[in-house]
Structures are given as structure tokens and as C-alpha cells.
């Protein structure tokens, strides 16, 4: 985590804020802690974040996906289950033992084996 210099951000944050709104915002600094025109308080690197929002440069962390295997299982076994009339304990059932994963029926609920 990088440090940042809280007089760049809060002047890069109030070129940002001026450039979209038209007017300069009021910036009421409390213990680490900055209210923008009176609205909710934020930390620095909240300004940091909305100033890159207002100029355009933000960009979004790419999302990951689920594993293509665990999505295909699930339409399986739902399909499954339709068509064999299963009860959601007997669902549940299945699809655990179908996947690898550490995810087990919650208690009280022990398998019929």
C-alpha cells in the first residue's frame, strides 16, 4: 500500500470536484476524516478514489469468473433434480458429492448412506 500525499490528493480531488460541479467544494478536515460539502465523511483515499472517478480515469479491477466446470455441474444437477423429483436434502446431497469442495449438509441434516 502506497502512502499518499494528502495535500496532491486534496488538491487533485478539488481540481476534479471543481471541473465536474462547476464550484469549488467545501472540504471540513476532522481526524484523518473529510466532509465534502457537508455530506458523509470519508478517508483520503476515498478522495483519491472519486477524484480519479471524476476525471475519467478510474478503471475497474477485472472480474473474476466461476470456474466453467462448477457452473455446468450445477445445471446438471438442477436438471437432474427436475426431471427426478429430488428433495432440496437429496439436492444438496448430490451436488456436494459432485463437486470437490470442502462444503458439507449443515447439521442435523446427515446423509442417508
Do not use: C
Amino acid at each position: 500500500m502506497s502512502k499518499l500525499d494528502k495535500d496532491q490528493v486534496l488538491t487533485d480531488f478539488t481540481a476534479a470536484y471543481e471541473k465536474a460541479n462547476g464550484k469549488p467544494p467545501e472540504i471540513v478536515e476532522n481526524n484523518g476524516w473529510y466532509s465534502i460539502d457537508g455530506g458523509k465523511n470519508k478517508r483520503l483515499a476515498q478522495l483519491a478514489d472519486e477524484a480519479k472517478t471524476l476525471t475519467g480515469q478510474a478503471h475497474s479491477a477485472p472480474k473474476k469468473s466461476a470456474p466453467k466446470k462448477n457452473v455446468a455441474s450445477k445445471k446438471r444437477t438442477t436438471e437432474t433434480a427436475k426431471s427426478a423429483g429430488l428433495s432440496a436434502k437429496a439436492l444438496w446431497m448430490k451436488r456436494l458429492e459432485e463437486t470437490r469442495s470442502y462444503s458439507r449438509l449443515p447439521r442435523g441434516m446427515q446423509s442417508e448412506r
